[in-house]
Every structure is written in structure tokens, then in C-alpha cells.
T-cell receptor, first 110, second 116 residues
Framework: KQEVTQIPAALSVPEGENLVLNCSFT??????LQWFRQDPGKGLTSLLL???SQREQTSGRLNASLDKSSGRSTLYIAASQPGDSATYLC?????????WGAGTKLIIKP | DGGITQSPKYLFRKEGQNVTLSCEQN?????MYWYRQDPGQGLRLIYY???????QKGDIAEGYSVSREKKESFPLTVTSAQKNPTAFYLC???????????????FGQGTRLTVV
């Protein structure tokens, strides 16, 4: 059974720092992996989608990598800003559904 | 604008009452999903539908029901059989690729249900 883990559960860093969020999964047989952002009390916003055949995807200050063999993905955020404060969720696509991590709550201090 | 609309944003249910959460999408997506989110946990799948008039149970379907009479709509009913319904409910949709595998998922803004 696929399990997805996100560590740490919470992270607080000063503004301007580069940071890495981690996502690990137990079964490498995935179709894709998706990173989302969730603001308090809001829905999810898709940030990056990496297909199983891809190694990384980039969007602006965000870069996501995927290493299926080791069951890991990282989300790199460059030059963090207070507006980046949110909970970041990763999800892996199995046969018919997404399997979710519990998220990393990120706080960027001004 | 294309997107997914959930309503209402907040919903209060009395004990023993059924309530229905609305989810509408104008993205022309084939697949739609309902998730439940509880604090400190990952999202859990309640029901999903890959085509009109067809839907499948997810991991926590007990106490919930759905219908898919139109491609654009996938309402979720929380019945009185759901013993702990207080949670944040999220609706999502996605396209399907040639292998009938869902692609990127897009979400609505959620409905917060509280039992009073």
C-alpha cells in the first residue's frame, strides 16, 4: 500500500532564504507526482506536476524534482517571501487515485 | 473563468440531518473527486467519478452518497449515518489521458461542514 510522508511537518525560516521541502513515497510505481499549496481555510492550488518519466519541473521560483528509484521528491523554493507562507502538500498518482502526504506548514518571517 | 465552484463555503448540520454539498466545474473534465480533510492528516478520498452516471467508492465512503447526472456536476450528500462529519470537504476534477489515467487535478475552494 502506497504511503506518502512529508518531513518536516512545519518549517519557519527568515525571508530571502532558499529552502527545500521533502516528500517520500513507498511504492515507485507511480504515474505522476503533484505539489500543491493550501492557504488557511482555502482549497488547493496546483503548483507543479511531474510525470513519472520526468526528473524535474520548474515554475518561477519553484523547482520540483522526482527520483522514483529512491521514492523521493523535493520542492525547492528560491528567495522565499512572506507570501509563500502556506501549507505545501504532495500527492502521488497511483492506479486510480491520488495518495496524499499530511503536508508541511511553511512560515516565512519578514 | 474556468474552474471548480463549491458551495456553500460554510455549512452547519444538525444531528440526524442529511446535507448536500455542491460541486460544479466548467473545465470539461471527465473525472471528479470528493475528498475529506481533517487537521494533521492527508486528504482522504470519499468518492470519485470518471464518467457520467458512474462513480466509485473511495477509502471512506461510508455515510456519504454522490450522483453524477451531468458532466459538470458532482454533488456530495453527507447522510445521518456519517457519525463524525465535521471536516473540510474538497472537490476536484481532472482530465483523463489516452490510457484513462487522470492527469493534473484542480480543486475548488472547499466547504467547511460543522455539526451543531
Amino acid at each position: 500500500k502506497q504511503e506518502v510522508t512529508q518531513i518536516p511537518a512545519a518549517l519557519s525560516v527568515p525571508e530571502g532564504e532558499n529552502l527545500v521541502l521533502n516528500c517520500s513515497f513507498t511504492d515507485s510505481a507511480i504515474y505522476n507526482l503533484q505539489w500543491f499549496r493550501q492557504d488557511p481555510g482555502k482549497g488547493l492550488t496546483s503548483l507543479l506536476l511531474i510525470q513519472s518519466s520526468q526528473r524535474e519541473q520548474t515554475s518561477g521560483r519553484l523547482n520540483a524534482s522526482l527520483d522514483k528509484s529512491s521514492g523521493r521528491s523535493t520542492l525547492y523554493i528560491a528567495a522565499s517571501q512572506p507570501g509563500d507562507s502556506a501549507t505545501y502538500l504532495c500527492a502521488v498518482k497511483g492506479n486510480y487515485q491520488l495518495i496524499w502526504g499530511a503536508g508541511t506548514k511553511l512560515i516565512i518571517k519578514p | 473563468d474556468g474552474g471548480i465552484t463549491q458551495s456553500p463555503k460554510y455549512l452547519f448540520r444538525k444531528e440526524g440531518q442529511n446535507v448536500t454539498l455542491s460541486c460544479e466545474q466548467n473545465l470539461n473534465h471527465d473525472a471528479m473527486y470528493w475528498y475529506r480533510q481533517d487537521p494533521g492528516q492527508g486528504l482522504r478520498l470519499i468518492y470519485y467519478s470518471q464518467i457520467v452516471n458512474d462513480f466509485q467508492k473511495g477509502d471512506i465512503a461510508e455515510g456519504y452518497s454522490v450522483s453524477r447526472e451531468k458532466k459538470e456536476s458532482f454533488p456530495l450528500t453527507v447522510t445521518s449515518a456519517q457519525k463524525n462529519p465535521t471536516a473540510f470537504y474538497l472537490c476536484a476534477s481532472s482530465t483523463m489521458d489516452r490510457a484513462r489515467v487522470s492527469t493534473e487535478a484542480f480543486f475548488g475552494q472547499g466547504t467547511r461542514l460543522t455539526v451543531v
